[in-house]
C-alpha cells in the first residue's frame, strides 16, 4: 500500500458546527503533516507530527485542532471555522527522522479534503 | 529557509522535451533539491530529488549545476498528462528541527499541447 487515504472528499460546514478530517496510511511512515492550500497558490505547513508526538505547528488558529491516534492515522478536528477557512486541505506522509536522511526525506500525499465553510 | 525562483508558465508540445529551470542562489551545502508537481485536483507528488549530482527516474532528469545555484528538471518526451504545477523546493539535510518543513514556492505551471 503506497496511499494516504483522505476523507472526506468534500466537505461543507457552518461556522458553529464541528467536524474533522481524516488522513489513514499504511506504509509505516512514522511522520505525518497536514498543508492547506488556498486556490491558486502554493501547499502552506500547518502542522507535523512525528512519532506521533507534535512536533511542528505553524502559528496555527486554535480553531484547527490536530490529532494523531496512532502511526496511521491523523485527524485535523475543526471548530468554529470562518469563510476564509475554505481551502483544500493536504495531508502527507515520511519515513520519520533518523530513517532517512533529512534533507532526503520524500513525501507522499493525499488527494486532499476540499472544505466550504458557510 | 532558502528560497527557489521558477518561471510562473511554461509550455510544451507533446512528446518534446521539456526543460522546468529552478534558481536557488541561497541554497547551502546540505540543502536537497527536491522537485514535486500537482495535477489539477490533485495532491502533490513527488517527482525527484538530489544533493550535488544528476539523478535520473523513470519520471524524469535532474540536472544539477556545479554551483548548486540552479538546477533544472527534465521532461524527456513530455505528454498531456504532464500538464501540472511543478514545485523546485530545498530541504536541508541536517537540521533536525526543520523535519517536514518542505516548504513550496509559487512553482511553474506547465501546459502541454497535443
Known amino acids: 500500500d503506497t496511499e494516504v487515504t483522505q476523507t472526506p472528499k468534500h466537505l461543507v460546514m457552518g461556522m458553529t458546527n464541528k467536524k474533522s478530517l481524516k488522513c489513514e496510511q499504511h506504509?509505516?511512515?512514522?511522520?505525518m503533516y497536514w498543508y492547506k492550500q488556498k486556490a491558486k497558490k502554493p501547499p502552506e505547513l500547518m502542522f507535523v507530527?512525528?512519532?506521533?508526538?507534535?512536533?511542528i505547528n505553524e502559528s496555527v488558529p486554535s480553531r484547527f485542532s490536530p490529532e494523531c491516534p496512532n502511526s496511521s492515522l491523523l485527524n485535523l478536528h475543526l471548530h468554529a471555522l470562518q469563510p476564509e477557512d475554505s481551502a483544500l486541505y493536504l495531508c502527507?506522509?515520511?519515513?520519520?527522522?533518523?530513517?532517512?536522511?533529512?534533507?532526503?526525506?520524500?513525501?507522499?500525499f493525499g488527494a486532499g479534503s476540499r472544505l466550504t465553510v458557510l | 529557509d532558502a528560497k527557489t525562483t521558477q518561471p510562473n508558465s511554461m509550455e510544451s508540445n507533446e512528446e518534446e522535451p521539456v526543460h522546468l529551470p529552478c534558481n536557488h542562489s541561497?541554497?547551502?551545502?546540505?540543502?536537497?533539491i527536491h522537485w514535486y508537481r500537482q495535477l489539477p485536483s490533485q495532491g502533490p507528488e513527488y517527482v525527484i530529488h538530489?544533493?550535488?549530482s544528476n539523478v535520473n527516474n523513470r519520471m524524469a532528469s535532474l540536472a544539477i549545476a556545479e554551483d548548486r545555484k540552479s538546477s533544472t528538471l527534465i521532461l524527456h518526451r513530455a505528454t498531456l498528462r504532464d500538464a501540472a504545477v511543478y514545485y523546485c523546493?530545498?530541504?536541508?539535510?541536517?537540521?533536525?528541527?526543520?523535519?517536514?518543513?518542505?516548504?513550496f514556492g509559487r512553482g511553474t505551471q506547465l501546459t502541454v499541447w497535443p
Open positions: 502527507a506522509s515520511s519515513q520519520g527522522q533518523g530513517v532517512a536522511a533529512i534533507g532526503a526525506n520524500v513525501l507522499t
Open positions: 506504509m509505516g511512515h512514522r511522520a
Open positions: 507530527y512525528s512519532y506521533e508526538k507534535l512536533s
Open positions: 541561497t541554497i547551502s551545502g546540505t540543502d536537497y
Open positions: 538530489g544533493l550535488t
Open positions: 523546493i530545498l530541504r536541508d539535510k541536517n537540521r533536525g528541527s526543520t523535519l517536514g518543513r518542505l516548504y
